[in-house]
């Protein structure tokens, strides 16, 4: 699938004086014993699985998961197909609850092939340290990709909880942004558990003449 659009903003991107600082950190915490996560390889997978003409759908996670063996480059997504993280569990309960979906494998790349863009705001972390990469540098990356994306005026933007609701600003009047409070076991009850944004998601994908997105994994 040709990727033309986010492969040159990676390349621009990665060469700026900010990402430099970003790359000198993430070799100081590999000097210095830190397991990272995501893979390297899958920092920018988001993007690779989910072209930018393709995109629908804009879901925003904060950082990936920094238990071994989780974090597969795509937000709430798990390479781990046997572990459902807290938050996926209950974004799993929110879809069977409003679209009649129930799924239990925690990979969540075919969302991302049918135009769901599942983006953290920062691209890495440290084992066992959430945020540890959250002042790094990436959210100058993500919230630049945020603005490029906003120019297509017809994307879902999916925000849950304050710290994805803080990037609204970025969206501007752009396409259709659904917000609530997060998926977390701490806040899902208090807004994002009843929002049947999936099924609002896809209402309005079909008013556009798009396919809606096919929420079952397997």
């Known amino acids: 699938m040709d990727n033309f659009f986010w492969n040159k903003f990676i390349l621009n991107q990665t060469s700026q004086d900010y990402f430099l600082k970003i790359k000198h950190r993430l070799l100081d915490d590999?000097?210095?014993?830190?397991?990272?996560f995501p893979d390297p390889k899958d920092f920018f997978r988001a993007f690779e699985v989910c072209p930018y003409e393709k995109t629908k759908i804009v879901i925003l996670g904060q950082d990936p998961y920094h238990t071994k063996g989780i974090a597969d480059g795509l937000a709430f997504s798990s390479k781990n197909i046997d572990i459902i993280p807290p938050s996926l569990r209950n974004i799993f309960k929110?879809?069977?609850?409003?679209?009649?979906?129930?799924?239990?494998?925690?990979?969540?790349?075919?969302?991302?092939?049918?135009?769901?863009l599942l983006l953290n705001t920062?691209?890495?972390?440290?084992?066992?340290?959430?945020?540890?990469?959250?002042?790094?540098?990436?959210?100058?990356f993500t919230d630049l990709a945020l603005r490029k994306l906003s120019k297509?005026?017809?994307?879902?933007?999916?925000?849950?909880?304050?710290?994805?609701?803080?990037?609204?600003?970025?969206?501007?009047?752009?396409?259709?942004?659904?917000?609530?409070?997060?998926?977390?076991?701490?806040?899902?009850?208090?807004?994002?558990?009843?929002?049947?944004?999936?099924?609002?998601?896809?209402?309005?994908?079909?008013?556009?003449?798009?396919?809606?997105?096919?929420?079952?994994?397997?």
């Open 122 to 140: 920062s691209l890495s972390v440290c084992e066992g340290m959430p945020n540890s990469h959250s002042n790094i540098g990436w959210e100058n």
């Open 152 to 218: 297509q005026h017809d994307i879902v933007y999916m925000l849950w909880g304050a710290h994805a609701r803080s990037k609204k600003s970025l969206i501007g009047n752009s396409g259709l942004i659904l917000e609530s409070s997060h998926p977390s076991p701490l806040s899902a009850h208090k807004g994002f558990l009843g929002s049947r944004q999936f099924s609002k998601a896809n209402l309005y994908l079909s008013k556009l003449k798009k396919t809606p997105i096919d929420w079952q994994l397997a």
């Open 94 to 116: 929110e879809i069977k609850d409003d679209v009649g979906v129930n799924n239990n494998t925690s990979n969540l790349t075919k969302w991302s092939e049918q135009g769901v």
């Open 30 to 36: 590999h000097k210095n014993g830190y397991a990272i």
